[in-house]
């Protein structure tokens, strides 16, 4: 045997992976034909609209998408005939924590893994690339193989990699064009090695051959759990920090920075904020908490939770610090909180920091005005809904106004709180957004962004994360 040579991919998921991941594929290897099918047929009427108003919002994934859309990249939801199509099938599918039964909580649910999985078994009728694309515990490959040898048609063969994302929302794009590493795990058979071979045949179009890591299966699976588990880490380390700052009057930023100037730890990852978010880091640790008490390994799963329950904290201080500042009560007084995205660049508000503010604002009977840049406004609604199940949408939209600027939000405002790190959000008319606030007027701001002494000269009240009181 030889490694196939790659010529038709379909990606079954036309997600926040997916959709980048293989709209970069098609532009950088223009020999290859690349599908991305999907069974929610708005999300592909939207990777078609003529407007390239896209389902999701990442810097340069439009021009992406222009630049090979109609030529070799499409978006369809007829999932059967890409599979039945294609050389190679990336399963980019998602897999939330699960909310029920075992593991409820912690666990991820592979259910939509394995409908796609036996999908693929029942429809293709020659041999198939199958590659992992989802995050993913250890050996669901092996699982996934299982059913497919279970159910494959006669004289068709499956062979299974996992090809984890390491990709961060709002810089996505770049990180497809330049990444640091292409991680390709499989088994190391001869068939398993050839597989491997043809997927980094696909990925050498553009990425130099010393960057694409090869490895067995399991330990791909891992290393992605693990790379995210690491960057939460740091964060949630440099947010424990920053609680130490403020009641000692250290700045964190400058503490930051020392520490960063040291070669072994250098200076990415320990930016203080509110919390972290988004759709991977608390997932996966959680997914890694699971995995080692499945392990028998209680004390390493209660050191990874620890990362979660830190940043749980972070979030609860900071809206408890609101409260206390505001002489301990925002019973009717309106609350400014600026962005809902998790970060800034991005449209994904998954596991948001500002979520989890505007839901103890509202525990406290304060109103909020809210704007961000980017998130639509039937998701905020839907995140406001799922985060006050006791509360019914009509009360919450009551005390909660959707303003369409950030002047407009401010206005009337007794406070503001920066949850989101959008560059706008630093070259606000703070002048103009003083004289439209009630006095006095406060500023609360979770992600370092704004000049605290040039505010607290106009006249602001400023709190700082990780700083005390000027």
């Not at 068709?156 to 961060?168: Q, T, Y």
């Not at 440099?238 to 960063?260: F, K, P, Q, R, Y």
């Not at 009360?395 to 206005?411: P, R, Y």
């Not at 959008?422 to 004289?435: A, L, R, T």
Request: some cysteine; aromatic content about 8%.
């Amino acid at each position: 045997m030889s490694p196939v040579r790659v010529q038709k991919i379909v990606c079954i998921g036309a997600g926040y992976v997916g959709g980048p991941t293989c709209a970069v594929i098609a532009q950088k290897c223009p020999d290859i034909t690349v599908t991305i099918v999907d069974l929610n047929e708005a999300r592909i009427k939207a990777w078609n609209d003529e407007e390239y108003r896209l389902p999701i919002y990442e810097p340069g994934l439009v021009d992406v998408v222009r630049s090979c859309r109609g030529k070799n990249l499409f978006f369809s939801t007829d999932v059967d005939k890409g599979i039945q199509e294609a050389d190679l099938i990336f399963v980019s599918v998602n897999t939330p924590t699960k909310k029920s039964g075992v593991g409820a909580g912690f666990a991820a649910d592979l259910n939509y893994i394995e409908l796609a999985t036996r999908r693929i078994a029942a429809v293709a009728t020659s041999n198939k690339i199958v590659v992992e694309k989802s995050t993913v515990p250890c050996r669901t490959a092996e699982s996934m193989r299982t059913i497919l040898e279970a159910n494959a048609s006669p004289n068709c063969r499956f062979d299974i990699l996992s090809n984890p994302e390491f990709l961060a929302e709002g810089t996505a794009i770049n990180d497809l064009y330049k990444p640091d590493r292409v991680l390709i795990g499989s088994l190391q058979t001869p068939e398993g090695l050839d597989a491997c071979q043809s997927l980094s045949d696909v990925y050498a179009h553009w990425v130099p051959r010393e960057r694409i890591l090869t490895v067995g299966l399991w330990s791909s699976e891992l290393s992605k759990l693990a790379a995210n588990a690491m960057l939460a880490q740091r964060i949630s380390s440099i947010n424990a920090l920053s609680a130490i700052c403020e009641a000692t009057g250290a700045n964190i930023d400058e503490v930051a920075n020392a520490i960063g100037y040291d070669s072994r730890i250098g200076p990415k990852f320990l930016k203080a904020s509110v919390g972290f978010g988004g759709s991977c880091f608390q997932k996966d640790i959680l997914n890694l908490v699971y995995l080692s008490e499945s392990l028998h390994l209680p004390e390493v799963a209660a050191y990874w939770r620890q990362v979660v329950e830190m940043n749980e904290h972070q979030k609860s201080r900071f809206a408890k610090r609101v409260v206390d500042t505001l002489f301990n009560t925002i019973t009717n007084k309106r609350i400014t909180v600026l962005g809902f995205a998790f970060k800034a660049d991005t449209g994904d508000t998954r596991e948001s920091a500002a979520i989890t503010l505007i839901r103890d604002f509202l525990k406290e009977k304060a109103n909020i005005s809210l704007y961000d840049p980017q998130v639509e406004e039937a998701q905020i609604w839907q995140d406001l809904a799922e985060a006050c199940p006791s509360l019914p949408l009509e009360n919450i939209k009551k005390q909660v106004k959707i303003c369409s600027s950030s002047l407009e939000a401010c206005e009337g405002a007794e406070a503001i709180v920066i949850a989101t790190e959008w560059k706008e959000f630093k070259v606000i008319d703070w002048e103009k957004v003083y004289k439209s606030m009630n006095k006095p007027a406060f500023v609360f701001d979770g992600r370092l962004l704004v000049d605290e002494v040039k505010l607290t000269k106009i006249g602001f009240k400023v709190t700082t994360i990780g700083r005390g009181t000027l």
